[in-house]
Nanobody, 124 residues
Framework: QVQLVESGGELVQAGGSLRLSCAASGRTGSIYSMAWFRQAPVKEREFVAVISRNAGTIYYADSVQGRFTISKDNAKNTMYLQMNNLKPEDVAVYYC?????????????????WGQGTKVTVSS
């Protein structure tokens, strides 16, 4: 089993920055990839970014490319999402997810382990 706990979400002004964290525990040695997804009000959950265990492979959604940076500290079993130049359309609950298979994917269905989410609000 893998447990994931997100933190860092809060209210920020448009153009501001936030760093989200996702702390993993349990079978962390078995995690191959970790990802961030988000779900805005009355919208479906969508892919944001994914990172492989050694950070050798990283993908971003087009909507966040150039503004968000995903990273991880394996020693701390923690993944991060640095979000810069936040926009009102970034308002969402952000979820971290982990996958144990040796496949890098942007598909929500590939990820078995999920956190409870952290809310990001951007004021215009």
């Amino acid at each position: 089993q893998v447990q994931l706990v997100e933190s860092g979400g809060e209210l920020v002004q448009a153009g501001g920055s936030l760093r989200l964290s996702c702390a993993a525990s349990g079978r962390t040695g078995s995690i191959y990839s970790m990802a961030w997804f988000r779900q805005a009000p009355v919208k479906e959950r969508e892919f944001v970014a994914v990172i492989s265990r050694n950070a050798g492979t990283i993908y971003y959604a087009d909507s966040v490319q150039g503004r968000f940076t995903i990273s991880k500290d394996n020693a701390k079993n923690t993944m991060y999402l640095q979000m810069n130049n936040l926009k009102p359309e970034d308002v969402a609950v952000y979820y971290c997810a982990a996958d144990l298979s040796h496949i890098i994917s942007r598909e929500m269905s590939r990820f078995y382990y999920w956190g409870q989410g952290t809310k990001v609000t951007v004021s215009s």
